[in-house]
C-alpha cells in the first residue's frame, strides 16, 4: 500500500483546519486595570488553545478567534474564553468565563471589551453603555 494518498488529506486537513473564514472573527480585548496583579487568560476555539497569556497590570491584549461570532452547529464546540488572578486578599481558585460563543455570540458580533480589576471580570455592554460584571465560578482543591 502506498502512503501518497495519505499526504494530500494530510495537507487538506491542515490547510482547512488553519485557515479561518472570512468576516468570522470575534476580537475580545482584554485589559488589566489592576494595580499590582497579573490577569490569566485561556482561550479556546473548540478544543484548541487559540490564546494563553499573563497580562501585566496597566496592558492589554486582544485576541482574535475565528469562527467565534456564531452560535455552534451541531456538533461544534463553542470558543470560551476563562480567565483568572491571584488578589493579594488570597482568593484562589477562582474562574471567570468572560466570552462563550454559544451565548455572548450576538453581544459580540465583532468584538467585546474585558476589563480586569480588583474585584473581577468585567464585560462592556455596548447596549446599555455599562460594565457588567461577569460572575465568578469557585472549585474546591
Known amino acids: 500500500m502506498s502512503p501518497q ?11 482547512t483546519a488553519t485557515i ?5 472573527a470575534t476580537t475580545l480585548v482584554i485589559k ?6 497579573l490577569a490569566y487568560v485561556r482561550c479556546y476555539n473548540g478544543l484548541v488553545i487559540a490564546e494563553e497569556d499573563a497580562i501585566r497590570p496597566g496592558k492589554q491584549i486582544t485576541v482574535a478567534l475565528p469562527y467565534a461570532n ?3 452547529g451541531k456538533g461544534e464546540l463553542p470558543a470560551l474564553c476563562v480567565g483568572a488572578y491571584n488578589p493579594s486578599h488570597g482568593r484562589h481558585n477562582v474562574l471567570y468565563y468572560f466570552y462563550d460563543s ?3 455570540f450576538e453581544r459580540c458580533k465583532s468584538d467585546c471589551v474585558i476589563q ?4 473581577g471580570f468585567n464585560r462592556w455592554n455596548a447596549e446599555k453603555r455599562v460594565w457588567d460584571m461577569v460572575p ?3 472549585w474546591l482543591s
Do not use: C, H, W, Y
Open 32 to 37: 488589566n486595570e489592576q494595580k499590582q496583579n
Open 136 to 138: 465568578p465560578r469557585t
Open 116 to 119: 480586569v480589576t480588583d474585584t
Open 5 to 15: 494518498p495519505i499526504i494530500p488529506i494530510f495537507i487538506l486537513l491542515l490547510t
Open 20 to 24: 479561518p473564514r472570512l468576516g468570522s
Open 70 to 72: 456564531k452560535a455552534p
Open 102 to 104: 454559544s451565548k455572548d
